[in-house]
């Protein structure tokens, strides 16, 4: 989409275990062509050549956004926040609630005319033995804009920008098919009870602009409409998520401002959502998995000690 991705990056620990079976594996490598043993020299290689590097480049790639991000600002006389993250962090839709994420942190929020703009970056965890450590710091870029009403929280989890990221994250039982050819764009998850609800907003209209959108995962979440992506160049990207989320919200605004929830007093459905939609129902894979992986755990602790105890 856009040049100079600000990639996934690496712990330290993570680097040095890659770097490491990436040299051991070019050492045997040359020592099945050449005969000649390259491992150990390949090994060392990875300690003085590969870490360094591979530190700097990321390094060097978050100080080089941070420039474009004040240069864009400054072009385009925006203002950008120092302070207020709580603030922003507190606006953030699904994507906040990723499974294996710890650390969340907001960095160069932009204020538009009408959006907000705002770098999301989170560390995953791993777990190793009894111990746990981070696996790798991600990065998202994030955009939103207020809506005249909250709405039933909806996902459009694209199947370009970060491969279906949200597959695991929802409850399957609450995707559904649009018309046309939208799914080969989007997998779109409403809140059970709600898809009649969803589709008197969701118009061809609002779909065809999120098709113009699909480089993107889109959500309405409460009373703001989201944006989410991998971090690229900003002088490019961010004025293209902001044309493409403007777009999306024009093409909604006359269909939410007739939209009742009719599980609610009429004044108060007029405005707000029951607490069926408020929030897309979490999937049981991970909680599954976790479970497992704790009893499996405890299964292997007992066989160990009745065998070496």
Do not use: C
């Not at 240069?71 to 207020?84: I, Q």
């Not at 004025?239 to 007739?258: C, F, G, R, S, V």
């Not at 959502?273 to 007992?302: A, C, D, H, K, R």
């Amino acid at each position: 989409m856009f040049r100079r991705r600000l990639n996934r990056h690496p712990t330290f620990l993570v680097r040095l275990i890659v770097g490491f079976m990436v040299m051991i594996a070019l050492g045997v490598a040359l020592q099945l062509i050449t005969g000649i043993d390259y491992t150990a020299l390949f090994a060392f290689m990875a300690y003085i050549v590969y870490l360094p590097v591979s530190t700097l480049y990321g390094f060097l790639s978050i100080r080089w956004h941070e420039k474009r991000i004040r240069r864009f600002v400054k072009d385009h006389n925006l203002r950008l926040e120092k302070t207020g993250k709580r603030a922003f962090m507190s606006e953030l839709g699904s994507v906040s609630h990723l499974q294996d994420a710890d650390g969340q942190t907001i960095r160069h929020i932009i204020i538009g005319p009408d959006w907000k703009y705002g770098d999301l970056s989170y560390r995953t965890h791993h777990f190793s033995g009894d111990n746990d450590h981070t696996g790798v710091t991600v990065y998202y870029s994030i955009m939103s804009t207020q809506l005249s009403r909250a709405l039933p929280n909806i996902v459009f989890d694209s199947r370009k920008s970060k491969g279906r990221q949200f597959r695991l994250q929802f409850s399957r039982r609450q995707i559904h098919s649009l018309e046309g050819d939208f799914d080969k764009f989007f997998v779109t998850y409403f809140p059970s009870g709600y898809t009649i609800d969803s589709m008197s907003f969701i118009t061809p209209e609002v779909m065809w602009a999120m098709r113009a959108a699909a480089d993107y995962d889109i959500e309405i979440y409460g009373d703001r409409l989201f944006l989410y992506s991998a971090v690229y160049d900003p002088t490019r990207q961010i004025p293209d998520m902001a044309a493409k989320l403007l777009a999306i919200k024009k093409e909604l605004a006359d269909n939410i401002d007739t939209y009742r929830d009719e599980r609610l007093p009429y004044a108060e459905g007029r405005q707000k959502v029951s607490s069926e939609g408020v929030q897309l129902t979490v999937s049981l894979f991970w909680p599954v998995v976790t479970f497992l992986l704790i009893l499996s755990w405890y299964i292997v602790s007992m066989w160990a000690k009745a065998h070496f105890e």
